[in-house]
C-alpha cells in the first residue's frame, strides 16, 4: 500500500513562474490537508479538501495560492508569480475519513521542497 | 479557536536518560491529540494519539505521551532516550466536528552519546 505520495521532491523556480505540486493521496482516501514548513518554523495549515471540494481554505494567502482536488488524478496546489517568500517545503497529507469523527490520523507525504531564486 | 504550544524550541539529554518533550493545548471542547515525529528531509511520522479512556497513552519507538485535562497537557515521553531519537517532534489537537488539525511550532531533540 504506497503511501501519500509528492511530486516532485525539489522544485525550482526563479521569481514570477507558477509552481505546481501535486499530491496523490494514500489509497481510499479522500481528504487531503496542505501544510507548509517554513525554516526552523512548524508547520501552517494551508487547505483542505475533499473530492472536487475544498472545505477550508483558512489558511491560503488570499492571492496566487489556489488547491483543487478533482475526480480523477492529484491533489494540486499552485502558485502563480512565486517570490522568495514562498520557498518552503510543502506537505500534503491524506486521511481516510470526515472531519467529524476527530480521531483520525493523518498519513503525510515527503514534501516538495520549493525553492525561488 | 484551537491552538497548540510547544514551550521549548530545543531540548536536549544524554542517551539512556529518560526525556520529556512538552505540549500544551487550547481547544474548545473534547481534545483529540497527538505527537508526530519528523526526520531530516522526510515528511511526519505519526507516533500516538489520544482519543479518550487511559490518561497514559503508548505509542511507537517506546514513547508514550500522558493527558492531563486539568493542565491542559500532552506531554511526550520516553524512559530511555536513544541517539535515533534525535528529530523534530510536533504535538497537533484537533477537536471533534473541526476540520483541521493544529500544530505545534515543534521541539527540536537531540539525544548526545
Known amino acids: 500500500n504506497a503511501g501519500v505520495m509528492q511530486n516532485p521532491r525539489h522544485l525550482v523556480r526563479r521569481r514570477g513562474q507558477e509552481a505546481r505540486l501535486r499530491c496523490s493521496p494514500m489509497?481510499?482516501?479522500?481528504?487531503v490537508y496542505w501544510y507548509r514548513q517554513l525554516p526552523e518554523e512548524g508547520l501552517k495549515f494551508m487547505v483542505y479538501l475533499q473530492k472536487e471540494n475544498i472545505i477550508d481554505e483558512s489558511g491560503m494567502p488570499k492571492e496566487r495560492f489556489s488547491a483543487e482536488f478533482p475526480k480523477e488524478g492529484p491533489s494540486i496546489l499552485r502558485i502563480q508569480q512565486v517570490v522568495r517568500g514562498d520557498s518552503a517545503a510543502y506537505f500534503c497529507?491524506?486521511?481516510?475519513?470526515?472531519?467529524?469523527?476527530?480521531?483520525?490520523?493523518?498519513?503525510f507525504g515527503s514534501g516538495t521542497q520549493l525553492s525561488v531564486l | 479557536a484551537q491552538s497548540v504550544a510547544q514551550p521549548e524550541d530545543q531540548v536536549n539529554v544524554a542517551e539512556g536518560n529518560p526525556l520529556t518533550v512538552k505540549c500544551t493545548y487550547s481547544?474548545?471542547?473534547?481534545?483529540?491529540l497527538f505527537w508526530y515525529v519528523q526526520y531530516p528531509n522526510r515528511g511526519l511520522q505519526f507516533l500516538l494519539k489520544?482519543?479518550?479512556?487511559?490518561?497514559l497513552v503508548k505509542g511507537s519507538y517506546g514513547f508514550e505521551a500522558e493527558f492531563n485535562k486539568s493542565q491542559t497537557s500532552f506531554h511526550l515521553k520516553k524512559p530511555s532516550a536513544l541517539v535515533s531519537d534525535s528529530a523534530l517532534y510536533f504535538c497537533a489537537v484537533r477537536a471533534l466536528g473541526s476540520q483541521n488539525f493544529v500544530f505545534g511550532p515543534g521541539t527540536r531533540l537531540s539525544v548526545l552519546p
Open positions: 481547544v474548545s471542547g473534547n481534545p483529540y
Open positions: 489520544y482519543i479518550t479512556g487511559d490518561n
Open positions: 489509497k481510499g482516501h479522500s481528504h
Open positions: 497529507a491524506s486521511s481516510p475519513n470526515s472531519a467529524g469523527t476527530g480521531y483520525e490520523k493523518l498519513f
